[in-house]
Nanobody
Framework: QVQVVESGGGLVQPGGSLTLSCAAFGFTFRLYTINWYRQASGKERELVATITTAGGSTNYADSVKGRFTISRDNSKNTVYLQMNSLHPEDTAVYYC?????????WGQGTQVTVSS
């Protein structure tokens, strides 16, 4: 059964850090580009970070560049999003998306709340 499962969200103070994980099951993970998206309440979903199949290329939204780092471990079928220097505006549900050719899979999302 195909599954994408995010974890690691929670409540953190401004300036703090969190690491999100995205675990994949039931498909050939190493073939897929992985994207992290986020959606804040009342806003559209936005692309935050992307990592290609072997991890050779990464891209970030301007709003997180220099603060977030995406990485992957194909031996564990897992992608990570290290988030540092978090701002209140980073508060959102974070979603993992696996994409290859015409196939795409989404996780259920994990809530990140940045607040004092």
């Amino acid at each position: 059964q195909v599954q994408v499962v995010e974890s690691g969200g929670g409540l953190v103070q401004p300036g703090g850090s969190l690491t999100l994980s995205c675990a994949a099951f039931g498909f050939t993970f190493r073939l897929y580009t992985i994207n992290w998206y986020r959606q804040a309440s009342g806003k559209e979903r936005e692309l935050v970070a992307t990592i290609t199949t072997a991890g050779g290329s990464t891209n970030y939204a301007d709003s997180v560049k220099g603060r977030f780092t995406i990485s992957r471990d194909n031996s564990k079928n897992t992608v990570y999003l290290q988030m540092n220097s978090l701002h209140p505006e980073d508060t959102a549900v974070y979603y993992c998306n696996a994409h290859w050719a015409d196939r795409g899979y989404w996780g259920q999302g994990t809530q990140v709340t940045v607040s004092s």
